[in-house]
């Protein structure tokens, strides 16, 4: 079976500052791995994906992530956050070849200015 | 950019009422998703349908539930009973033909507020 832990409901950074939101998986195969991203009142949009090849990806508004199968880990960062990069994070697992996606608990990230 | 969308937006019912939540996948799509998001909880996984059948489902997608593929472009989640704990927001999410990388695209979601 599949699972997520995202340690850290809430993580607040100041404006300019790394942005470091962590994120484990257990899978008894391959997975893919992904994190998207809510911002209020709307939808889920894809920030990047790993499903195999390198393991450093990297995603839309200076996010990346990268996988570490030692680590069963594929932490998100962005090395300057900026105050419209508040938003709620998923980071999410899909065991290749089975279909839905198993997400986390969520990380809500606060930028203050 | 082709999106999934969603309706209604938000919709409140009695308890005990039926709901029929709609979407629109992205068109060339062939897996469709409904997911849902108790207020300040997880994203959990409700059902996958393809080839009009449902190919996966959770503990959660009890009798109360029903899926459905009605016209060839609508994707629609039925609750045939709703109880206050269904009070939710609903996501729909469609993947494509393309080799399976597992990504979703979602629409904006359904919130079902039941009284």
């Known amino acids: 079976a599949q699972s997520v832990t995202q340690l850290g409901s809430h993580v607040s950074v100041s404006e300019g500052a790394l942005v470091l939101l962590r994120c484990n998986y257990s899978s008894s195969v391959p997975p893919y791995l992904f994190w998207y991203v809510q911002y209020p009142n709307q939808g889920l949009q894809l920030l990047l994906k790993y499903t195999t090849g390198a393991t450093l990806v990297k995603g839309i508004n200076g996010f990346e992530a990268e996988f570490k199968k030692s680590e069963t880990s594929f932490h998100l960062t962005k090395p300057s956050a900026h105050m419209s990069d508040a938003a709620e994070y998923f980071c999410?697992?899909?065991?290749?070849?089975?279909?839905?996606?198993?997400f986390g608990s969520g990380t809500r990230l606060q930028v203050q200015p | 950019e082709p999106e999934v969308t969603q309706t209604p937006s938000h919709q409140v019912t009695q308890m005990g009422q039926e709901v029929i939540l709609r979407c629109v996948p992205i068109?060339?799509?062939?897996?469709f998703y409904w997911y849902r998001q108790i207020l300040g909880q997880k994203v959990e996984f409700l059902v996958s349908f393809y080839n009009n059948e449902i190919s996966e489902k959770s503990e959660i997608f009890d009798d109360q539930f029903s899926v459905e593929r009605p016209d060839g472009s609508n994707f629609t989640l039925k609750i045939r009973s709703t109880k206050l704990e269904d009070s939710a927001m609903y996501f729909c999410?469609?993947?494509?033909?393309?080799?399976?990388?597992?990504?979703?695209?979602f629409g904006e979601g359904s919130r079902l507020t039941v009284l």
């Open positions: 999410a469609s993947r494509g033909p393309v080799a399976n990388t597992g990504e979703l695209f």
């Open positions: 999410a697992v899909s065991e290749a070849g089975r279909r839905a996606l198993t």
């Open positions: 068109s060339n799509h062939l897996y």
